[in-house]
């Protein structure tokens, strides 16, 4: 965790910071990655304060990112599962967005993930488990946070088979008083004095970055976006998630996760040029809630060199590969090995 403090005790601008499955070796390798690349140091790893914190759910030794959201949000440790719930899942647990809403501040969510997932959930919703995705749309309608930007509801919004069904969630959310949009030209438009914002990038999450889909907004871009909206006499508090990270490190996809760290810490530096202008009245806080994929930084068979570099050649993520490599099998009557390779050495 790193954290960069307003003198005040009661800062007027708050950005919380989580990069899901982010720990220490994705900072280092990313910072290492970084600097072989040209992209420079990582700037949360240079943060004056810095601390150590231990995730462990309630109930079992590795936390799931519903327990863990539900911490950071909330304060008090709950089981795997959890969604800004006590432990048995009897007691609704209050967030620190919702007692900065409750003192005046704005509030705003954004996510490289869907939005109804579980670590931006802990933040607004109140359900036993993290599945109950439908439920939780609903109570990201309730809560009325001004700006949620990011993902979707990730194909959830029409769930009829939910026994909480009340409709489409972003027809709820319009009659709801929110603007939804969900093209790259509206939400540029966006700006000050349009109300509660509800933007999506994407109907699932947002395309990796290494993938280069450049039509569609960007976590840095939900971060400035979000600040231009929220500033107000009041202040504002923000949680901005790096969900991605977590997604790469289930798969083990190592040039993916690195450059999601490094998407992460575009959008801080966005937060940063904003403290640089209140200095005295912004708090900067950057945590993960737990590490994902045991990434490791050493290896005897190298004689411990990490060869990271070489990873700038993956071109794109595993799961847009698989989509070419079956595109192109389509295409071509007599694909073979050898046009796999060819691939391989293209994308690889």
Not at 58 to 73: E, F, I, P, Q, R
Not at 261 to 267: F, I, M
Request: proline share 3%; charged share 25%; with cysteine.
């Amino acid at each position: 965790m790193g954290a960069l403090f307003a003198d005040d005790a009661n800062p007027k601008y708050v950005f919380l910071f989580i990069g899901d499955g982010m720990s220490t070796p994705q900072r280092m390798m990313a910072e290492e990655f970084a600097r072989k690349v040209g992209h420079g140091e990582l700037l949360i790893n240079h943060f004056p304060s810095h601390a150590t914190t231990r995730t462990v759910s309630a109930n079992s030794l590795v936390t799931d990112s519903a327990a863990a959201g539900t911490a950071l949000a909330c304060g008090e440790k709950t089981n795997n599962g959890r969604i800004g719930m006590s432990v048995d899942g009897s007691r609704r647990l209050e967030s620190v967005a919702e007692v900065a809403h409750q003192n005046g501040k704005k509030v705003g969510i954004v996510t490289s993930v869907t939005i109804n997932h579980a670590t931006p959930a802990s933040f607004y919703a109140h359900r036993p488990s993290r599945s109950q995705y439908y439920g939780i749309g609903l109570d990201l309608i309730d809560s009325n946070f001004e700006y949620f930007g990011g993902g979707g509801f990730g194909g959830y919004a029409d769930n009829t088979k939910s026994s909480a069904y009340r409709g489409n969630l972003y027809e709820l959310a319009e009659k709801a008083g929110y603007k939804v949009v969900s093209d790259p030209e509206a939400f540029h438009a966006l700006k000050p004095g349009d109300g509660k914002v509800l933007a999506r990038g994407c109907e699932q999450a947002l395309p990796y970055t290494i993938d280069g889909e450049t039509d569609v907004p960007t976590l840095e871009d939900f971060t400035r976006k979000g600040i231009e909206l929220l500033d107000n006499p009041n202040g504002f508090f923000m949680m901005i998630e790096g969900g991605s990270i977590d997604w790469c490190g289930h798969a083990n996809e190592a040039a993916t996760n690195l450059m999601e760290v490094l998407a992460l810490d575009k959008a801080v530096r966005a937060a940063l040029e904003f403290a640089q202008k209140h200095p005295d009245e912004t708090l900067i806080v950057v945590t993960g809630d737990h590490e994902t994929g045991g990434m490791t930084m050493g290896f005897a068979g190298t004689g411990y060199a990490l060869y990271v570099d070489r990873l700038a050649k993956q071109k794109c993520s595993i799961g847009r590969f698989g989509e070419l490599l079956k595109k192109a099998r389509s295409a071509k009557e007599d694909f073979d090995f050898d046009d796999a390779c060819a691939m391989l050495t293209k994308y690889f």
